[in-house]
DNA sequence: TACTCGTGGAG
DNA sequence: TCTCCAAGAGT
């Protein structure tokens, strides 16, 4: 794939121009050193701007600083983060900050190489944050990038592929301006993100539509080529939620893995706790038995106090949540830990276990209303 | 290369 | 209700 002077000029120019009155406002554009526009990218991954606003604003306003986010521990880092999802992103980013601290004085590193040794940095995102925050020179391949050039390009092959991709970075290269190619970059995505969608893009009001390939031939709907849908596995899990005094019994999960170092109610697949074998257990039996094997205790349960359903990226699940009372307050080990109800909510919990927390929470409010089921 | 890793909004 | 998917990176 070419890319002349002329195409060049006839992408660029008119994107800055309209990115001039058509961008949009946001907070990190107001603050343009780079600590601001890591959290901003690092948050953005796989994350609409609509769900970053909101952790943004709080997540400067606990740490403003660098310094403030390696000083913090991971676990309050975590609560910020929580309903955020991909939780790597958190652990990553507070590693990286304490490398920041540690290896470079505090101080933002300016190097690509630099900065996407650190964890949770790619290339795209060290790029933007050169680019954008110190005026650097570096492109990015993101999906507004990745979409809105194969359009413009008309590149009908898979984007994923390896070839396609090495060809995708040296136009978005190559499509750089000398001049505030921040700037441009911004542009670029707002164009993606507001124009040139994936679904039903606004081609009557993109800057570039004269020159778009794809709109010439009529191939928006099918550019970029979509990848085929698989199947996602269900798969039914049990949680109980153990009460005792003013107590709740919480479980941390191991720091590798899904919702890894989030708190939840303790529990598991049902097929693990059985066994793939014997998958026609009940869920009620299923937590009985993980709490024998586990911890010792012989649960009385009456019946299914919450149902939840989510859906994780590769996989569905049901949740079925049980409530019981004990009297006994015993000192389980981590990763459990009794948390008194007040501050039950000051842990990271993942969004489906989070639901259990709201609902206790109304529940320890109504006073006598107990442990009916509904 | 292919899989892992969340969540909520849009249509 | 179902499907898609949003400023990717790590393994």
Same mark, same amino acid.
Do not use: G, Q, T, V
């Given at each position: 794939m070419i890319c002349d002077a002329g195409t060049k000029a006839r992408f660029t120019r008119p994107l800055v121009r309209w990115y001039r009155t058509a961008g949009r406002d946001l907070p990190w554009r107001n603050r343009p050193e780079p600590y601001a526009v890591y959290i901003s990218e690092i948050m953005l991954q796989q994350t609409q701007v609509s769900t970053v606003i909101p952790y943004f604003h709080r997540f400067l306003s606990a740490y403003p600083t660098i310094g403030d986010l390696a000083a913090a521990p991971l676990e309050k880092v975590l609560k910020q983060w929580q309903g955020l999802g991909y939780y790597a992103r958190a652990r990553h980013l507070h590693r990286a900050a304490c490398q920041i601290v540690e290896q470079y004085g505090g101080a933002f590193p300016s190097d690509l190489k630099a900065l996407m040794s650190l964890p949770g940095i790619g290339r795209s995102t060290a790029g933007a944050i050169l680019t954008i925050a110190l005026g650097q020179r570096h492109p990015i391949l993101d999906g507004n990038v990745r979409r809105v050039l194969c359009r413009f390009f008309a590149?009908? %092959? !898979?984007?994923? %592929?390896k070839k396609v991709e090495a060809m995708l970075w040296d136009l978005s290269s190559a499509l750089l301006p000398k001049r505030l190619p921040g700037f441009y970059l911004q542009a670029i995505m707002d164009l993606g993100a507001t124009i040139c969608k994936p679904k039903q893009p606004i081609c009557g009001d993109c800057p570039v539509t004269r020159a778009c390939g794809a709109r010439r031939a009529g191939l928006q709907a099918d550019i970029p080529l979509k990848k085929p849908t698989k199947m996602i596995p269900h798969f039914d899990y049990v949680a109980g939620v153990i009460l005792s005094g003013d107590a709740v019994l919480i479980r941390r999960r191991p720091l590798k893995g899904l919702l890894a170092g989030l708190w939840e109610f303790p529990g598991d697949r049902v097929a693990e706790i059985f066994g %793939?074998?014997?998958? !026609? %257990?009940s869920p009620e039996a299923a937590l009985h038995t993980y709490f024998k094997n586990e911890l010792g205790l012989e649960l009385t349960t009456a019946g299914q106090w919450m149902t939840i359903k989510h859906v994780f990226t590769h996989f569905k699940m049901t949740l079925h949540v049980f409530i019981c009372r004990i009297d006994a307050q015993l000192g389980y080990e981590a990763p459990f830990r009794w948390a008194k109800m007040k501050t039950l909510d000051q842990h990271p919990f993942s969004s489906s276990h989070h639901r259990i927390v709201l609902r206790l929470d109304t529940l320890d409010r109504g006073g006598s209303a107990t442990l009916s089921a509904s």
């Open positions: 590149i009908k %092959e !898979d984007p994923r %592929e %793939e074998l014997s998958a !026609d %257990e």
